[in-house]
């Protein structure tokens, strides 16, 4: 079971401090922590990320991290120094937006939900206000339906039913439907539910499977690739947080086959930039050929990274158990809304939701002062966080397995990272708010252009340095399924 504890405070924390607190509680060697470089740490005015939360910290700190993680299995398995690595401020702040700063072909991408018709997806009902996911068609196909409403209903139908109903009461309803809704909640309020003592002090956690001999890649000469050239890794995964760990350890040089479903809808606007770096193929896992397939990837595989609500993959015969016995050098790593654990532990779940469920979006509006119910946060935090975090671990885990031998599980929880930046406090009144807005400063020497499978891409680059090890994607976006289910 999850540690249950209150919240922590770390509002004293530097960024440095966040750095060798998760890497302490990851078991890594202190002795790597003199080769990271934090330009410009805790000046949050230039992060471009105007908001109470401490955003910029949290971004330099998750990429230095994974960055630092993965310089270090490097080191390992070439028995050398382990490279400099290097995360700039401001550079980390924009990569925790770069799905609303690519251009395909000069066009930005479109990030609105389905629900644009309704007046959005954050709503009035009979008691406060609830934020209904709608990325997915079915999401807002399951909303409609649990409020008595045809695809055709009209906005005016619509905020009618919703006036009709408690906001608790809705969420209730859709964790048990295929949808997502989340009530509008206070701190205090976040604080009494049950599923709040199951969330972890620290987002990272990873555990041991089994035993075994010492594995690692062939060494490559200084200076001859990137740190993680030679790991396989399986990624299934939607939306951002997964993506972002298998597009990270892409960057480092691992092989990253990204496989997606047939049967399910995709988001083409967010995927064209979490898709870099990665192979991509199609099987359909409702099949036994399917399955078959993706266990032989897995059987073959250093690292199989699931994205989907806990239990979903285990049903299908692709637990954390089942792999390791299968592949006794995997490392499993799993990335939730809530964890495994508690009443919330298989619920789905998405950043926006996490937020506007945990007193977030109510603390920003408060401190921001114009009134509002509640108010998101400048970008998708916690996906991103999370994903480096996830990133971080399996670096860990590789190192542990290249040093001790063993298959291992790592795991991470949006609502993990939720309390981690919660913990480390807010910025004063409206202090935080007092820094440009993405797109109000010039970026340009952060993007690259590549030709992708969609025309003329130009994308931020990655923020992370790696001395000797330069991180960047060999691989551009190109349809789904466009690569065969198999390891080269």
């Known amino acids: 079971m999850a540690e249950i504890e209150t919240l922590t405070d770390r509002s004293h924390f530097t960024t440095a401090d966040t750095v060798a607190q998760i890497w302490k509680h990851l078991g890594l060697p202190a002795e790597a922590l003199a080769s990271l470089s934090l330009p410009d740490a805790d000046k ?3 992060s471009g990320l105007p908001s109470s939360f401490k955003i910029g910290h949290l971004a330099q700190s998750t990429i230095a991290l994974s960055a630092l993680a993965a310089a270090l299995f490097q080191s390992t398995r070439n028995k050398s120094n382990i490279p400099k690595v290097i995360v700039p401020l401001l550079h980390a702040c924009l990569e925790f937006q770069s799905e609303k700063l690519y251009t395909l072909v000069g066009q930005k991408a479109d990030l609105g939900g389905g629900l644009k ?18 990325g997915f068609p079915h999401h807002v196909e399951g909303a409609l339906k649990i409020l008595g409403l045809p695809p055709t209903a009209t906005r005016d139908e619509f905020r009618s039913a919703l006036l009709r109903r408690k906001s608790v009461d809705l969420e209730t309803a859709a964790m048990k ?7 509008l909640r206070t701190y205090e309020q976040w604080d009494a539910l049950p599923q709040a003592t199951y969330i972890p002090n620290v987002p990272v956690q990873i555990e ?9 890649p062939p060494q490559l000469p200084d200076g001859s690739g990137r740190c993680l050239r030679g790991i396989r890794v399986l990624e299934l995964s939607r939306v951002i947080a997964a993506p972002v760990a ?3 350890l892409a960057a480092h040089g691992a092989d990253v086959l990204w496989i997606t479903s047939p049967n399910l809808p995709d988001l083409p606007d967010i995927d064209r930039d979490l898709a870099r770096g990665k192979r991509t193929a199609q099987l359909d896992l409702t099949t036994e050929c399917g399955r078959a397939k993706l266990l032989k990837l897995a059987k073959n595989a250093d690292v199989f990274i699931q994205g989907y609500r806990p239990g979903s993959l285990a049903a299908k015969g692709f637990s954390p158990s089942e792999l390791a016995q299968a592949n006794p050098n995997i490392i499993c790593a799993n990335m939730s809304a809530y964890g495994n654990e508690g009443p919330w532990g298989r619920n789905r779940g998405f950043d926006s939701i996490v937020q506007t469920g945990s007193g977030m979006n109510v603390s920003e509006a408060e401190h921001f002062g114009e009134g509002e119910a509640g108010r998101p946060m400048p970008c998708q935090a916690l996906d991103h966080a999370s994903g480096f975090f996830l990133a971080t671990s399996i670096c860990a885990a590789l190192y542990k397995r290249a040093t001790e031998g063993g298959s291992y599980e790592v795991n991470v929880s949006l609502a993990a990272t939720m309390k981690y930046l919660r913990s480390l406090g807010q910025f004063p009144g409206k202090t935080g708010f007092d820094c440009p807005a ?3 400063q010039e970026i340009g020497e952060y993007l690259e252009t590549e030709e992708s ?7 931020l680059k990655h923020s992370a340095a790696v001395e000797g090890y330069m991180p960047g994607w060999d691989i551009m976006p190109k349809p789904l399924g466009s690569d065969k289910p198999e390891w080269v």
């Not at 499978?453 to 994308?459: M, Q, R, T, V």
């Open 117 to 134: 018709k309704f007046g959005g997806p954050v709503q009035k009902t009979a008691d406060r206000y609830v934020r209904i996911h709608d």
């Open 208 to 216: 041991k499977l089994g035993s075994g001999a010492p594995v690692q």
């Open 453 to 459: 499978g969609f025309g003329e891409l130009k994308a």
């Open 44 to 46: 949050h005015l230039l």
């Open 246 to 248: 298998g597009r990270t």
């Open 177 to 183: 439907a295929n949808c997502v809704i989340a009530a």
């Open 438 to 440: 993405t797109g109000d």
